[in-house]
């Protein structure tokens, strides 16, 4: 089964400045994808950015990239020029494309607050 | 394009009461899934479904039960609601294939048992 872990409950950041929310994941599949999703105070599930594990160049969107470490399990979202819209919860989640039970599992969130 | 939505978004409920969530979705979408958050825990998968007729639960199916009678509509009973059952839920529907993989997610509907 795989897991997502995100060990920072929490995180603030100043306006403008520049942020970068943790995540690793364990699995023995060596074709995944991987996913951020912000979720505002509107409860919306939003997609941020998409990785697609065969793929080695790190997923770019404007202001969010990613740092993409397969070896080390690792995939953490990096927010530049953090604006005070980004204030959020945001979760990592896993997806093995294959098979009918292809579901998303999540890690359990982090709260990021841009302060003004 | 309404993409997808949940119904209703907001219920209270006292123990023991039974109700129906539904899911509709307007981009034809193969596979469709619900989900509940509870603090601290992300999302967990309750049940889903690859195609019309067909469900299977997820990791946290107790307690609920699902039907996909028509393609584009996936609902969620709870026939004796239990406080532990309070929590946000979430629909979300993806093409088999293609588009990246990725999940379409309803506004959620937030559950209060009492």
């Known amino acids: 089964a795989q897991t997502v872990t995100q060990s920072q409950p929490e995180m603030s950041v100043q306006e403008a400045e520049t942020v970068t929310l943790s995540c690793t994941y364990d699995?023995?599949?060596?074709?995944?994808?991987l996913f951020w999703y912000k979720q505002p105070p509107s409860r919306q599930m939003i997609l941020v950015i998409r990785q697609e594990a065969y793929k080695q160049q790190n997923a770019t969107e404007n202001r969010f990239s990613v740092n993409f470490q397969k070896a080390a399990k690792s995939f953490s979202l990096k927010i530049s020029d953090s604006q005070l819209g980004d204030t959020a919860m945001y979760f990592c989640a896993f997806m093995n494309p294959r098979g009918a039970n292809s579901k998303l599992t999540f890690g359990k969130g982090i709260t990021l607050s841009v302060r003004p | 394009n309404a993409g997808v939505t949940q119904t209703p978004k907001f219920r209270v409920l006292k123990t023991g009461q039974s109700m129906t969530l539904l899911c509709a979705q307007d981009m034809n979408h193969e596979y469709m899934y619900w989900y509940r958050q509870d603090p601290g825990m992300g999302l967990r998968l309750i049940h889903y479904s690859v195609g019309e007729g067909t469900t299977a639960k997820g990791e946290v199916p107790d307690g609920y039960n699902v039907s996909r009678l028509k393609k584009q509509n996936f609902l969620l009973g709870l026939e004796s609601a239990a406080p532990s059952q309070t929590s946000v839920y979430f629909c979300?529907?993806?093409?088999?294939?293609?588009?990246?993989?990725?999940?379409?997610f309803g506004p959620g509907t937030r559950l209060t048992v009492l």
């Open positions: 979300a529907s993806r093409y088999a294939s293609g588009s990246g993989n990725e999940q379409f």
């Open positions: 699995t023995s599949e060596n074709n995944y994808y």
